[in-house]
């Protein structure tokens, strides 16, 4: 019967997690989404072997297929530092200009 007493002693408190939010802290919570906006993710489509830019090559010219945000179904051309392949996807922090040649000096 102790038993019984501690079960129900447990079960009946609430966690923090299990109760509904106030309005402040909704509108908080979402500030912080907001805040932590980390850019629009593009698919590529296209990448460019013999445009390599950069002082040492080490930049590749890539298409990509913009996936969400106004510019979605949009291909722009980007210019991408580190190894990458047809199929990977990336973020993009801004999807309205297009990439330039990158040219040595």
Do not use: W
Request: glycine share 8%; hydrophobic share 35%.
């Amino acid at each position: 019967m102790a038993e019984g007493k501690q079960d129900k002693e447990v079960t009946g408190k609430t966690t923090p997690e299990a109760r509904p939010a106030e309005p402040q802290q909704a509108a908080a919570i979402q500030e912080q989404q907001q805040a932590a906006f980390h850019g629009f993710a593009a698919e590529i489509v296209e990448v460019s072997k013999k445009s390599k830019t950069g002082m040492y090559g080490e930049i590749y010219t890539v298409m990509c297929n913009v996936l969400e945000g106004r510019d979605k179904g949009r291909i722009i051309k980007r210019n991408i530092l580190g190894p990458v392949k047809v199929g990977d996807i990336v973020r993009l922090v801004d999807t309205s200009r297009e990439a330039k040649q990158i040219s040595v000096r």
